[in-house]
């Protein structure tokens, strides 16, 4: 079975450097980005399993980054991440599509169990 691949957008580089070893750990084939820009050009060569986003970035934000995502690649689930966490981001991340809101700061535990549950969602919808 292949690897479920993951990929990691935050400009605070911090966070990819604490994800992508632990994710990798549990069997992910995880790429990390800190700029918006470079996570859009790899989106439009290929369309990874999961996606987890920060909201408060510089360029194109979360939100911006969420939406290109589900238009290109609607099969992948997004986990939105964000140290500015209201009901109203939330609510409109839900809306845009994003399959889980994490508010920051999150314990790594959070992350990986909201990894595997969109895994789960991502690999039922590919073999229905």
């Not at 966070?15 to 820009?37: I, M, N, Q």
């Amino acid at each position: 079975m292949e690897k479920t691949t993951v990929c990691i957008l935050d400009d605070e580089a911090i966070v990819g450097d604490r994800l992508k070893p632990e994710l990798e750990d549990d069997g992910y084939d995880v790429e990390v980005f800190t700029d918006s820009a470079s996570a859009l050009a790899r989106v439009n060569e290929t369309c990874f399993d999961v996606f987890i986003t920060d909201l408060k970035m510089e360029g194109v934000d979360g939100m911006g980054f969420l939406e290109r995502v589900k238009e290109k690649c609607p099969e992948s689930e997004v986990i939105v991440i964000t140290g500015y966490a209201t009901m109203e981001t939330a609510r409109e991340s839900l809306i845009k599509g994003a399959y889980d809101f994490i508010a920051k700061p999150f314990r790594i535990g959070e992350i990986r169990a909201a990894v595997k549950k969109a895994k789960k969602k991502v690999r039922h919808r590919r073999s229905a």
